[in-house]
């Protein structure tokens, strides 16, 4: 069975102090592996889509990787408001269909 | 920029009524997707639609229906609201060249009391 799972479920951080989140799947035929950020009471904001083994994106602050079993969020120096839930999600499968499978969530707080 | 629009971000309904939750996306973009959020369990799929007029079920399709009768709207229906589908509801469209990214609108939060 598709299977996405994240951790830590939270973590508290300081500002300026570095750390990573985790998601690890298990699918059949990974298409895509995606990371939403998501602020209490709004829907999922799109942040990154990894392909393939080896893959890194960054944007300002964050940096996730690939590998065949799992996904890393970076989080260089983190600021207060980088504070929200973080979602990974796969896309598996083969032929017409776009679904997702959803972790459910590292909620990060970054103190000042 | 993608814009998924959900006409009611919050309602409050009574068990047994009928409750309809729109989504409106601003562009030509074929598939659209309603999923509910709860604690603890994540996103997960009650239907999708890859054109007027089609639909398919997701992972959770009971005791919801879904309308596409124009490509930009695509609504959920809860044909007899219950306690246990109080929840935050969330449309979301796929674009790109390999629909593979989605994009999701600012969510819909039902209490069934």
């Known amino acids: 069975e598709d299977q996405v799972t994240q951790s830590p479920e939270a973590l508290r951080l300081q500002e300026g102090e570095s750390s990573s989140l985790n998601c690890s799947y298990t699918v059949s035929g990974l298409r895509g592996l995606f990371w939403y950020r998501q602020d209490p009471g709004k829907g999922p904001e799109f942040l990154f889509t990894?392909?393939?083994a080896g893959e890194e994106k960054e944007k300002e602050r964050l940096k996730a990787t690939l590998t065949k079993k799992e996904s890393f969020l970076h989080i260089t120096a983190p600021k207060p408001e980088d504070s929200a839930t973080y979602l990974c999600a796969v896309q598996a499968g083969f032929g017409n269909t776009d679904k997702l499978i959803f972790g459910t969530g590292t909620r990060l707080q970054v103190f000042p | 920029d993608v814009k998924v629009t959900q006409s009611s971000r919050y309602l409050v309904k009574r068990t047994g009524e009928k409750v309809f939750l729109e989504c409106v996306q601003d562009?030509?973009?074929?598939?659209m997707f309603w999923y509910r959020q709860d604690p603890g369990l994540g996103l997960r799929l009650i239907y999708f639609?890859?054109?007027?007029?089609?639909?398919e079920k997701g992972d959770i399709p009971e005791g919801y229906s879904v309308s596409r009768e124009k490509k930009e709207r695509f609504s959920l229906i809860l044909e007899s609201a219950s306690t246990n589908q109080t929840s935050m509801y969330l449309c979301a469209i796929s674009t790109g060249e390999s629909r593979d990214t989605i994009y999701f609108g600012e969510g819909s939060w039902l209490t069934v009391v």
């Open positions: 639609s890859y054109d007027v007029k089609m639909k």
């Open positions: 562009m030509d973009h074929e598939n």
């Open positions: 990894l392909y393939s």
